[in-house]
């Protein structure tokens, strides 16, 4: 998650920040994704021919040292970065991992992320998932009170 009290408004910030550069690269983005394991990915891309990428946000090296869950994002992905600010200690994060930097008004990339293999299966239904909760999200804006829409086995 985006993090808590005054680290959740920084967090909030540099996932603004990714967006632009997501958007710049071709990217659309939705911050706190759901993922298919429950969890929540901090960014996570889709271009329009289907390309998947999550960016785990870290505002503090002890918020990276909180927090390894990270490495299970990996398998729903074809990239994955950190995007820290730029006075993180860049050194503590794993150097075989794409790395950003970023603050409220954009983002940069330090360090390009390998690619990943992404099942097939898993790619189908993150592009469905991705569909559905930018829709529902969108709808929101529409109408604060929607209905509820596991009564209609969506």
């Not at 999200?137 to 929607?146: A, E, F, T, V």
């Given at each position: 998650m985006l993090g808590e009290g005054n680290n959740r408004s920084r967090a909030l910030g540099l996932a603004r920040g990714v967006a632009r550069l997501l958007g710049a690269m071709g990217y659309g983005s939705l911050p706190e994704f759901v993922l298919g394991c429950g969890r929540r990915?901090?960014?996570?891309?889709?271009t329009g021919r289907g390309a998947?990428?999550?960016?785990?946000i870290k505002t503090s090296l002890a918020d990276f040292r909180a927090d390894q869950k990270w490495p299970e994002y990996e398998s729903y992905c074809d990239q994955f970065y950190f995007a820290v600010p730029a006075e993180f200690p860049m050194a503590e994060l794993p150097a075989d991992r794409g790395l950003m930097a970023a603050d409220a008004y954009g983002a940069a990339i330090l360090r390009e992320a390998p690619p990943l293999v992404l099942a097939p299966a898993r790619r189908r239904a993150l592009v469905l998932d991705f569909g559905f909760q930018a829709s529902c999200?969108?709808?929101?804006?529409?109408?604060?009170?929607?209905p509820d829409l596991s009564l209609s086995g969506a």
């Open positions: 990915a901090d960014v996570f891309g889709m998947l990428i999550i960016v785990e999200r969108l709808g929101r804006l529409n109408d604060p009170n929607p």
